[in-house]
């Protein structure tokens, strides 16, 4: 399998840059995975990279050949769309078979692919039906079909699951971990579900405003994140953001005071000034606990509740085990893992 | 209609009393037994009557045209009208003569003409059909898909041309056809003409079919390995199907029944089937049955056409393409 790199790549549309100098390869039969806002250049590179968007500068090569200027077939590039785009006019088996078909492959072979493929999505008893007598998700698995059979070298995803219902989705998103199991292919996936990101990726890029804001694992990324943004972006609940200050060994804010591990906050503003994240999930539930916390909403999910209260002044969200349903009104005692406090420089939202 | 509001034989109070708007297919098995979901305002008479005015305005003088081609001179011009004659196909057959595998005994003197018409009726109207489509698909998918300078101005360049009533064009294609192009009395300038004629409109219906065909389609061809004219056959055409029948009814019908241009444009021996009917009214003798049995049989082929055409003129071709 190819690499696929992204050399200084650029997009301007009608004079507008919305992309500029972006770097990027992706490793031999890696699943990653695109991800970030809406307008943050994801899909566009998606459809630079197969040859669908003309690319304003900049190179692309897969497997080290200059494809820039390629058309997509000349690519070897197979496409899920996110409205999954089938022919309308043709029933499963000849919307899975037209690339074939097109390839002139030999009849028999195309139809012992399309069959395997169907096999594999549970499609077999649709062949003959047309699109319109299909739900969403049998869609969703023709769309999916039409670029397996063509055992192209990647895959490309451009945020397919994003029109089926949530139940559905979590479905086809563990159909498609599957898939890319058995399957070893480069993919590229495109996605604004952070949840996607995390549970399909190998190495997920996150993308804000035509930049690449931190290529990582997803471990890397939920435990390291490089900034703000994609401290914030990463994990479910959100992370939350306070203002602080470093004064010995402690980050203290507007009412209340949390220990840092040893060795942090080395580079740390002049006047001292962060901001402090933490994850809902750094919080826990002890008797030692130094932080009194008035649960102001309760939001039981059954293991573990998401809290809203205030650490100090500032409103955050908490995420706890809990045995029973919290009241609203009551007071917990929490303590915060000094290794899961996350520093930010205010201005330039680096993490320190 | 009345009786049966009255009898006793009456099943559906609420039964539509009006047939399906044209155009619109109703399958047998649809259209009936749909049980009554609300009473619907009894039509009135004031309603009928209206409804056999039309009626009459529109099947009276097909009527009057088919009884007349069953008439024979002698009936047609006799002063007692009425429905009571003895049918016969004998202006069928005079027209018909050089075709027919037998020799009608009344024809004395066999003329070629109508059939001779008939054959240029049919290529003029064909070719130009089969032109304007071939023309008009790419046109128009140019004009959709393709970005170039003055789009809009060639989008709306097309259908103000079309604006221009033919007549104005008359006499100037009449004079650079014969003079400068010795182009008259060929089916190449009359279907050249009709084709000019019929591409605006053409191409401007099938601009908002093209337009409503799905991008992610054409991409997804792309991807696919599709070359662009693959993309355009395999993908967009079929999909513009009702569109493409459509224009085709549309030119075919207007190069079928054109009259003006063909008259001038066209010699003794490329004539078009109106332009015969006009000029067998002749000072000496006007043989209203044959000209009717002509105008009946000149019915046929556009009637056909449109029949077979308009089966293809489904809607949602697109259905299920992309996620609605």
């Known amino acids: ?352 | 209609m009345t009786d049966q509001a009255t009898g006793p034989g009456r099943a559906r109070p609420a039964a539509p009393p009006a047939a399906p708007p044209a155009g619109v297919p109703v399958r047998a098995e649809d259209a009936p037994v749909a049980p009554p979901r609300r009473r619907r305002r009894e039509a009135g008479p004031v309603f009928y009557v209206i409804i056999a005015l039309l009626v009459m305005m529109a099947l009276g003088p097909i009527l009057l045209m088919v009884t007349t081609s069953l008439k024979l001179q002698v009936d047609i011009v006799s002063s007692a009208p009425g429905l009571l004659f003895a049918p016969t196909l004998q202006n069928y057959e005079t027209v018909l003569c050089d075709v027919l595998w037998y020799e009608p005994e009344h024809v004395r003197f066999c003329d070629p003409t109508f059939s001779r018409a008939l054959g240029n009726s049919l290529i003029v109207a064909t070719v130009s059909t089969v032109l304007t489509l071939l023309i008009g698909t790419m046109a128009a998918y140019a004009i959709v898909r393709f970005r170039f300078m003055g789009r809009d101005a060639v989008s709306l360049g097309t259908l103000l041309m079309r604006m221009v009533p033919p007549a104005v064009l008359l006499v100037p294609i009449f004079g650079i056809w014969t003079f400068q192009y010795g182009l008259n009395d060929t089916y190449a300038g009359i279907v050249l003409v009709y084709v000019a004629m019929n591409l605006p409109f053409v191409i401007w219906i099938l601009q908002s079919f093209i337009s409503q065909v799905p991008m992610p389609l054409e991409e997804a061809a792309r991807m696919d390995g599709a070359n662009p004219w693959q993309v355009f056959l395999l993908v967009v055409l079929p999909l513009i199907k009702p569109g493409l029948a459509a224009a085709a009814i549309f030119t075919f019908r207007i190069a079928w029944n054109e009259f003006i241009l063909a008259n001038v444009l066209l010699g003794r021996n490329t004539r078009t089937v109106p332009v015969t009917i006009v000029n067998s009214l002749t000072e000496h003798n006007i043989d209203w049955g044959v000209i009717m049995a002509t105008g009946m049989l000149l019915a046929v082929p556009p009637v056909i056409f449109t029949l077979l055409a308009s089966r293809q003129i489904i809607t949602g071709m697109t259905a299920g393409a992309v996620k609605g």
């Open chain 1, 1 to 352: 399998m190819p690499v696929i790199e992204l050399e200084n790549l650029r997009k301007d549309y009608g004079g507008a840059t919305v992309m500029e100098g972006l770097d990027l390869t992706m490793e031999d039969g890696e699943f990653t995975v695109l991800v970030g806002p809406s307008g943050c250049g994801k899909s566009t590179t998606l459809r630079m990279i197969a040859g669908l968007e003309d690319v304003t500068d900049g190179r692309i090569l897969i497997g080290g050949r200059d494809v820039t200027d390629l058309d997509p077939k000349e690519r070897d590039l197979a496409m899920v769309f996110q409205d999954y785009a089938l022919y309308p006019h043709m029933n499963v088996a000849r919307n899975m078979s037209f690339a074939l078909r097109l390839q002139r492959m030999d009849k028999a072979e195309i139809d012992r692919r399309v069959r395997d493929v169907a096999e594999v999505l549970g499609l077999t008893d649709y062949l003959g039906r047309k699109p319109a007598a299909l739900s969403g998700g049998q869609r969703q698995r023709v769309a999916m079909g039409r670029a397996l059979v063509r055992d192209a070298s990647t895959f490309l995803f451009d945020e397919p699951l994003s029109n089926l219902d949530a139940k559905l989705r979590g479905q086809m998103r563990a159909e498609l971990a599957e898939t890319r199991q058995r399957v070893e292919k480069n993919m590229i996936y495109v996605t604004h579900d952070q949840v996607e990101a995390m549970t399909l990726g190998d190495r997920i890029v996150v993308m804000r405003a035509g930049r690449i804001m931190q290529v990582g694992t997803p471990e890397e990324l939920f435990r390291r994140p490089r900034n703000l943004f994609v401290a914030g972006f990463i994990g479910s609940p959100p992370m939350n953001f306070l203002p602080g200050r470093i004064e010995e060994g402690r980050v203290v804010g507007e009412g209340f005071a949390l220990p840092l591990g040893p060795g942090r906050a080395g580079g740390a503003a002049p006047s001292g000034a962060v901001t402090v994240g933490l994850r809902p999930s750094a919080f826990r539930r002890a008797a030692d606990g130094d932080i009194p916390f008035r649960v102001e909403i309760s939001e039981y999910l059954g293991a573990t509740s998401v809290l809203v209260g205030r650490l100090g002044t500032a409103r955050v969200q908490v995420e706890v085990d809990t045995p029973a349903p919290v009241r609203v009104g009551e007071t917990l005692q929490l303590g915060v893992d000094p290794d899961q406090l996350h520093l930010f420089d205010p201005q330039t939202e680096a993490a320190l």
